[in-house]
């Protein structure tokens, strides 16, 4: 199985400021084919089901805003919230869709500072 | 509109059976691909199965032999047949619609507790 690490485990960010959250596979989810990473991030505030930010590495899902945002490649990869609103308080995880056996980080809890 | 809606969730003792049902509406199960997804109490979340809309079905190793993912194209739903239930299998299972490897929508979920 694709093994997915995510770093750190939380972060404290003030309002306004950027949070940065890290995502390695344990092998590349780069299809030759179609040159895209099958790589998705996921926001699930608690009580409620995931809801899908971002999917292959950088394409924001409608409706999204803009602030959220997906790079990298290969093995390694980042989900970017440019600005931490009181709303992006929750947990996020990155999913990869590479192997037919699709596996999920451990998730990243965001707080505010 | 893409609805969810997932039931069959309760308490159940170890080695025991259940079968969850995931009804959809807003498109067509039987031409998608559908996972579960589960969420042990305070804890991430856990791909389980996935079910192609050729038919095609894969399991994470936990529940493999144990678990069985199934739809019924006449009633738009997905099921998930579980049987010899462990006490670590207690969790939220989420039914989901994988969109190109994706989880676009996901049902609110239902609560399985194995325990005595």
């Known amino acids: 199985d694709i093994v997915m690490t995510q770093s750190p485990d939380s972060l404290a960010v003030s309002l306004g400021e950027r949070a940065t959250i890290n995502c390695k596979s344990s092998?590349?989810?780069?299809?030759?084919?179609?040159?895209?990473?099958?790589l998705a991030w996921y926001q699930q505030k608690p009580g409620q089901p995931p809801k899908l930010l971002i999917y292959?590495?950088?394409t924001r899902e409608s409706g999204v805003p803009d602030r959220f945002s997906g790079s990298g490649s290969g093995t390694d990869f980042t989900l970017t919230i440019s600005s931490l609103q009181a709303e992006d308080v929750a947990v996020y995880y990155c999913q990869q869709h590479y192997s037919s056996l699709r596996t999920f980080g451990q998730g990243t809890k965001v707080e505010i500072k | 509109e893409v609805q969810l809606v997932e039931t069959g969730g309760g308490l159940i003792q170890p080695g025991g059976s259940l079968r969850l049902s995931c009804a959809a509406s807003g498109f067509t199960v039987g031409s998608s691909y559908m996972a579960w997804v589960r969420q042990a109490p305070g804890k991430g979340l856990q791909w389980v199965s996935v079910?192609?809309?050729?038919?095609?079905?894969y399991y994470t190793d936990s529940v493999k032999g144990r678990f069985t993912i199934s739809r019924d194209n006449s009633e738009n739903t997905l099921h998930l047949q579980m049987n010899s239930l462990r006490a670590e299998d207690t969790a939220v299972y989420y039914c989901a619609r994988e969109t190109i490897g994706r989880y676009d929508s996901w049902g609110q979920g239902t609560l399985v507790t194995v325990s005595s």
């Open positions: 079910i192609y809309s050729g038919g095609t079905t």
């Open positions: 292959w590495s950088s």
């Open positions: 092998q590349s989810v780069l299809s030759s084919s179609n040159n895209k990473n099958y």
